[in-house]
């Protein structure tokens, strides 16, 4: 029996962004918290590694929603901007097309539509409806259904006759082909879904509603990176009287009396808790963590029939003497390559790993320089690659140095000539590396993919089908991944975990002097 006097103890695995933000709002709740993550620095995959002075934010880059940081700061009495500085990016990025044509997102509409008629002046209108639909998309997707349970079914089935309305049924990519013309428009208004995982064919057009989120609020970057967040994050849980336990593996969920009891560790420690929250991968959740317990819906074959999103190469590197070199090269962009149906078909459908490839650039040295050596500049690469789960799987023991020397040569030609002379610090992370830090099934880099038949009610939910107890956050529940989804999950998760009923004592006031 539980001592009255004792504190209603929360146990979160995994220190990831969406674990982190759970932890917060459980000590909000009057719990008294503990974090536990393999890694030795909390953030998950938005944690970074410093290598030769060069800081390599590993994850997410930039932060589209921050108020969704504000009201979880707010949540727990604190203020984010006191703790995490913001800056704005002027543009959000560019897009850069093979035939030499680019195109740049500037939180100034004006500019933004002049950037359009540069390139498809017929496109204009169709570019306005498309992000009037974004908006409809925005206040329906995001600000409803994203901020509120979707685990009972009846919550599904009262918003059905919306989701036709807004034709939940077509992909991003047709919708951005029914409002403009012109292929590198249709590019620019879908390839976001790959943000978060998603094959822009396929992936319901719902997901249009980040259109709305980069003209509302603004792509920002976070001085310090998402490293410096997750920082703050862990900061706030100490504050509250929460503890993190890193480099500490959870290997099992224990459960006694038909409930979630916490957590056995990889040493064989096992840690008492009133609540649990998973934050690792949903997969691993319940393939790994609950292997010891029959499970009903999400089986083994359950979570391996579902479809995963794609894999990540990512090179982080550093270069000397370049600050004031490729001047035309700012914070963020893309490079395009030259097929985008057929590539993203490679990717997701055969599982094939393509001769060309198309690249997100980042550049953080140009706004924070604190990433990189005096006149030198931090660069990070990613190209989507497939998972490890298809049949004709890549080795990347074999392919890891050819893609890498294949990427440098499309920088080289299309982005930063000269970049092999300049190179300094070399990092390779590939879907084997997400498999095996991340503990992310098939090594993919956002979880489940959010097809329509996978994302909200269909989504493993945030209070587990299978334990009492139990509650999920993190990219594979809903909302969903991305950074706004992730904070998403835990505000989320808040709504269904009660208040502790032996909260912790509020600390001493201060003695006045």
Same mark, same amino acid.
């Given at each position: ?16 962004? %969406? ?126 259904? %994203? ?17 036709? =309305? ?229 080795? =990347? ?117």
């Amino acid at each position: 029996m539980t001592d009255s006097s004792t504190p209603s103890r929360a146990i979160v695995i995994g220190a990831g962004l %969406g674990g982190l933000a759970s932890a917060m709002r459980l000590g909000a709740k009057g719990y008294q918290v503990t974090v536990i993550d393999k890694l030795d620095r909390v953030g998950g995959r938005g944690s970074s590694i410093t290598q030769g002075g060069h800081r390599f934010d590993l994850g997410p880059t930039i932060v589209t929603v921050p108020q969704g940081l504000r009201d979880l700061w707010a949540a727990c009495g604190r203020d984010f901007d006191r703790d995490v500085t913001l800056k704005p990016m002027k543009p959000f990025y560019e897009i850069r097309w093979d035939d030499g044509s680019s195109f740049r997102l500037h939180a100034d509409k004006a500019a933004t539509e002049a950037e359009v008629e540069a390139l498809s002046p017929s496109d204009l209108n169709g570019f306005r409806k498309f992000l009037s639909d974004a908006e409809d998309r925005y206040w329906f997707g995001f600000e409803d259904l %994203g901020r509120r349970p979707m685990n009972e079914l009846w919550e599904l089935i009262k918003v059905l006759p919306r989701f036709v =309305w807004l034709r939940a049924d077509r992909s991003v990519y047709a919708h951005a082909a029914r409002r403009v013309r012109d292929p590198r428009l249709r590019f620019a208004l879908s390839f976001h879904p790959l943000f978060i995982g998603g094959d822009p064919f396929r992936v319901t057009s719902m997901y249009i509603l980040v259109s709305h989120l980069e003209s509302q609020f603004g792509v920002h970057y976070a001085m310090g990176g998402v490293q410096a967040i997750a920082d703050a994050m862990a900061q706030v849980i100490r504050d509250q009287g929460g503890q993190l336990k890193m480099s500490t593996e959870v290997d099992e969920i224990t459960v006694e009396n038909g409930r979630a009891s916490g957590v056995q560790l990889a040493d064989g420690t096992q840690l008492r808790a009133d609540v649990t929250i998973s934050n690792a991968d949903a997969g691993h959740t319940y393939t790994r963590l609950l292997r010891n317990r029959s499970r009903r819906r999400w089986t083994d074959a359950k979570v391996k029939r579902q479809r995963w999103s794609m894999g990540l190469f990512v090179w982080y590197f550093g270069t000397r003497g370049t600050r004031d070199m490729w001047a035309d090269v700012g914070h963020h962009t893309i490079v395009v390559g030259p097929r985008y149906r057929e590539h993203i078909k490679d990717i997701f459908i055969r599982g094939k790993l393509a001769e060309d490839m198309s690249l997100y650039v980042h550049r953080p040295s140009i706004t924070d320089p604190s990433v990189a050596p005096d006149g030198d500049d931090t660069f990070y690469v990613l190209s989507p690659v497939p998972h490890l789960g298809h049949d004709n799987g890549v080795d =990347w023991a074999v392919e890891e140095e050819p893609y890498r020397l294949k990427m440098l040569k499309m920088l080289e030609d299309r982005l930063l000539p000269g970049l092999s002379q300049h190179l300094t610090e070399s990092l390779v992370f590939t879907p084997e590396t997400f498999r095996d830090r991340y503990l992310s099934p098939l090594g993919a880099g956002f979880s489940i993919e959010p097809r329509i038949l996978q994302s909200a009610y269909f989504r493993p939910h945030n209070v587990s089908e299978e334990l009492p107890g139990l509650y999920l956050a993190g990219a594979g529940t809903h909302p969903g991944a991305g950074v706004p989804g992730v904070i998403g999950t835990a505000e989320v998760m808040g709504q269904l975990v009660p208040d502790a009923p032996r909260p912790m004592a509020p600390p001493l006031p201060m003695a006045a002097e």
